[in-house]
């Protein structure tokens, strides 16, 4: 929005320079985001928030420079000449009175259409709009100077005496201003005589009712229209205007006739109208709402220390009305609807007392058990994500909202969704209970458009991780739950050796295991299960003691197929709140060791079913013997040393090499004492699992 300068200080006398002026009004509030020289003048470029609508004129302006400043506001004073009768009166009819609480329009006869004066011209050309004639150009003058968005009819081409405020009928049309035929929609609110519309209301007046430089007898229309009503009519319509704009974010009730007898004032004294009257139908002027401010209140959440009589002096500048001494009796005037509450009045009064003379204090924080297990969840929630960019991860976020179909794809069941009763489209009509579907589709958009290159060569191998919530419902309760997803995409023939699947799957089962450590999960381990989107020879359920966090495997292939990925693609979905429940931060430190160790290795084959987790239960249970407690051997590590699949060893066994790492809290070991231990463990894998030693 556009000030003049040199037009603000007709309202507000101040020798403040403009960049002056223009840094008070910005630390108040109202930013100047750029200050333009126009000859003599200076214009403010200024970024106005959405709730203070009384700010979108040069006397709202005027008003905060005068309460900044301390000088006093001066209101234009509004004289008109003595009203004459009129023959043939003027109807108003408001048939909604929903979408136009109040509406004026007031006869003035015997105009005399010419060019503005020279002032005139200046100060319309300063909000860079182009002068028309002395009728417009004074509804513009108005506008910029009130906020009151008024418009000016040839009376003489209404059909009848009568003006219908109303819904535009089905199919209606009207020639705007601009020229423009424009089909109306029954919701448009329009202002029209007997037989069409002359105007959208609150938008753009029509063609066919403009002042020209034949008009002689107008009619002055000022209202207040619904700002919703007005909003979608110019959304729908495509038109942005000065008038919109307002009656958007809401004009003051109370206003609308002073705006009427302003520019009726000027056009009697420019154009030589004569006034023959008005109708002022509807809401007159609400009730101002009474608050009640205590300055203990407002001085203990400010900081400040300021008396009764100060606070009453900066709202009484504002325009508020204030009386009372101990506890403030505070009457918001009807220009000000975005006041309501005690604490909206505390920042008027340190807007304009000024931030900078507010003394900063330390902020005490009290600290609930709530506050530190959320802080605790967050640690973890920072943890985990930084432990997974260390391993090579990108993190992603996708879209809460999903396809139905998707999540069919994905083998989940429907009964838990949280359908979206008004969806923006097909593709996101529920929200998403897994995050499963997001990290599908984020592994197709990149393999389609080749979108991970290194050095100018493909590199197709995708690492990605998501950490976000997921949603349910449950009979009437909506839930929600943070839910983590891991991601490992191998290309088409990639692998350690031939025909080798599990590469990949064996990478996340150890970027897991990396993240439960750093977490501090005791007993996290992989147990084979089946699950409907993984293939069911690799899926493992991974668990953390008795309690279960999530799943990992390779994604079967009709999943695969469904979202056009092809190769092979390794994931693992946990529940967060699990995962973080079954952590522990705290560290234990113990010395170091005083012996040193001895390791030996052992080779074998044995059934490809049988799960590396059992084996290593049996290595550990084995070796821990009733001699050790007395100083003897001790397994202190089970170490997977390699995995070999092939023509060398029979059809569904696998070749396995383990080192074992010996250690005595008490003393070095020799080689008889870790010998006892080691034939146990030979013994005990023919014994237990048919392996054939190497």
Not at 225 to 239: K, P
Not at 512 to 530: A, C, D
């Amino acid at each position: 929005m556009k000030i003049s300068y040199e037009w603000l200080r007709e309202y507000v006398n101040t020798k403040l320079r403009a960049e002056n002026i223009a840094s008070k009004l910005t630390m108040a509030g109202h930013e100047v985001s750029a200050i333009t020289r126009q000859g003599n003048d200076f214009i403010f470029d200024m970024e106005i928030t959405p709730n203070r609508a009384d700010c979108l004129s040069h006397l709202g302006i005027a008003r905060e420079a005068a309460a900044i400043t301390g000088k006093e506001l001066k209101v234009p004073c509004v004289k008109i000449r003595k009203t004459i009768s009129v023959k043939k009166p003027l109807n108003v009819s408001v048939e909604n009175r929903q979408a136009c609480p109040r509406y004026t329009c007031r006869v003035i006869n015997n105009v005399k259409i010419a060019p503005s004066p020279k002032w005139l011209v200046k100060r319309i050309e300063s909000m860079g709009l182009r002068t028309v004639n002395n009728i417009v150009d004074i509804t513009n003058f108005v506008l910029f100077e009130t906020g009151q968005p008024l418009h000016a009819f040839d009376s003489d081409k209404f059909s009848g005496q009568e003006i219908i405020v109303r819904n535009a009928k089905h199919k209606e049309c009207i020639t705007t201003i601009d020229g423009i035929e424009r089909k109306l929609s029954s919701r448009m609110l329009v202002i029209a005589d007997g037989e069409r519309p002359m105007a959208i209301a609150g938008v753009m007046g029509g063609k066919h009712a403009e002042v020209t430089e034949k008009t002689e007898n107008i009619f002055l229309e000022s209202a207040y229209f619904d700002a919703v009503s007005v909003r979608r009519a110019a959304f729908n319509l495509g038109l942005s205007t000065d008038s919109s704009y307002r009656f958007e974010r809401g004009v003051d009730l109370g206003g609308i006739l002073f705006a009427s007898d302003r520019a009726t004032s000027l056009i009697c004294d420019i154009a030589k109208g004569e006034p023959c009257g008005i109708k002022d139908t509807g809401i007159k002027r609400g009730a101002g709402t009474k608050i009640i401010l205590r300055p203990a209140y407002l001085n203990k959440i400010l900081g400040t220390s300021l008396k009764a009589t100060e606070i009453g002096s900066i709202l009484s500048r504002l325009g508020f009305s204030v009386k009372g001494a101990s506890s403030l009796i505070v009457t918001v005037p009807t220009y000000r609807n975005d006041t309501t509450r005690e604490t909206d009045l505390a920042e008027e009064v340190a807007r304009i007392y000024g931030y900078e003379n507010i003394t900063p204090s330390p902020l005490k924080v009290v600290t609930t058990t709530e506050d530190l297990q959320t802080r605790d969840f967050m640690k973890k929630r920072d943890i985990t994500k930084n432990m997974l960019v260390a391993s090579g991860f990108n993190e992603i976020i996708t879209y809460s909202l999903v396809n139905g179909d998707t999540i069919k794809n994905t083998a989940f069941s429907g009964e838990d969704f949280v359908a979206i009763k008004n969806p923006l489209s097909r593709e996101q009509n529920i929200m998403r209970t897994s995050l499963l579907p997001g990290i599908l589709r984020t592994i197709a958009y990149n393999l389609s458009r080749q979108a991970y290159q290194i050095a100018g060569r493909q590199a197709y191998d995708l690492k990605l991780f998501e950490l976000s919530n997921i949603y349910f419902q449950k009979k009437a309760e909506y839930n929600e739950e943070p839910s983590l997803v891991l991601a490992q995409y191998d290309r088409p023939g990639k692998g350690l050796q031939k025909d080798y699947s599990e590469t990949g799957l064996f990478q996340l089962k150890g970027a897991l295991s990396g993240l439960g450590k750093r977490l501090g999960i005791t007993g996290l381990v992989f147990e084979k299960t089946s699950h409907p989107v993984f293939d069911k020879d690799e899926a493992a359920a991974i668990l953390a003691g008795n309690i279960m966090l999530g799943v990992i495997g390779r994604v079967n292939e009709e999943i695969l197929h469904s979202f056009g990925i092809s190769g092979q693609l390794f994931i693992a979905e946990l529940n967060f709140n699990m995962l973080a429940a079954s952590s522990n931060l705290k560290r234990y430190y113990k010395p170091l060791p005083r012996f040193p160790y001895s390791y030996r290795d052992v080779s074998f084959s044995i059934d490809s079913s049988i799960p590396y987790s059992e084996l290593a239960s049996f290595f550990r249970q084995t070796g821990l013997p009733t001699s050790a407690q007395a100083g003897g051997a001790q397994l202190e590590k089970v170490k997977l040393l390699s995995e070999y699949r092939g023509k060398q060893i029979e059809k569904k066994r696998r070749a396995l090499a383990i080192r074992m790492i010996f250690r005595s809290k008490k003393k070095t070991l020799t080689e008889e004492e870790i010998d006892v231990v080691d034939t146990a463990i030979r013994e005990g894998l023919k014994e237990k699992f048919n392996a054939i030693l190497r």
